[in-house]
C-alpha cells in the first residue's frame, strides 16, 4: 500500500488488485481527515484491510465508513473494519438491495456476498451535515453510485464514475454499466467544478472545462 496525502484533508490509500497474472489494477482507497475523526470511502477488499487499519489509525479515530456502491473490490473490507473499529457503514439506499443480497447487480446473474448485508445504513444528508462534505448520486455503473465533494479541498472522490488518466476522463468497466447513464451523470463535474478529481482505478485528473465535453464527444452512444 502506498499512501499519500492529495489536500489538507484527505489521503489516498493505493493498492493493486490481481486480476490475472499479467494484469493489476490500482484500488484507491481514500481517508478523509475531520479535526481528530477519520472518514473512509470504500474499503477495498478483505486482504487490504490489515494495511487499511494502520493507515486509518496513523492519522486519526475512526468514525464512518461511507461506499461509493457496493461492488467488491469497494466492500469486501467493510466486515473486518466494521468488526476492528465498531462503527457506522453507509450507502445510498438504492444499493441496499444488492448489498443485502436480495437482487443481482443490472448485469449480473449472481447475488453480492458483500459480509455486511443488514448491516450498511441509508446514506442521508444528516450522515454529512456536521463535515464539509457532500455526496451525489451518480448511477450507471450501479444504480445507487455517489461521488463524494470535500467542499473546502475541492477533491471529487468520483469512485467508479470514471477511469481517469493524466490527461482524461473514461468510462468504467461496460459490461457491468449503463453507459449512457453513467456519462449523463458524469456532467456532475461541470456542475462542481472541482480542483481535482480522484477515481477508484485511476490517476488523479485535474479538472478544465473541456474534459466532459471531450468525454461526451468520444463515448455517448
Known sequence: ???????EHVFQCEFELDVTVDIRIPVHIWLI?????????????????????????????????????GHNDHIKGA????EKFNIPIYAHQKELIYINGEAPYPKKNDLENT????????LKEQTLAHLPIQYY?????????VVYYHEKDQILLSGDLFITSHEDLHPPIRKF???NENIDSGAIIDKIKPTLICSSHGKNLPYDDRLYKKY????RD
Open 1 to 7: 500500500m502506498n499512501m499519500k496525502q492529495i489536500s
Open 33 to 69: 481527515r475531520n479535526g481528530e475523526d477519520v472518514y473512509i470511502i470504500d474499503t477495498g477488499i478483505e486482504c487490504f484491510s490489515d494495511d487499511l487499519i494502520k493507515a486509518v489509525l496513523s492519522i486519526g479515530t475512526p468514525k464512518a465508513i461511507l461506499l461509493t456502491h
Open 79 to 82: 466486515a473486518k473494519l466494521i
Open 115 to 122: 459480509g455486511v448485508a443488514n448491516v450498511v445504513e441509508p
Open 137 to 145: 448520486l451518480t448511477p450507471g455503473h450501479s444504480p445507487g453510485h
Open 177 to 179: 454499466s449503463d453507459i
Open 216 to 219: 461526451v464527444w468520444n463515448y
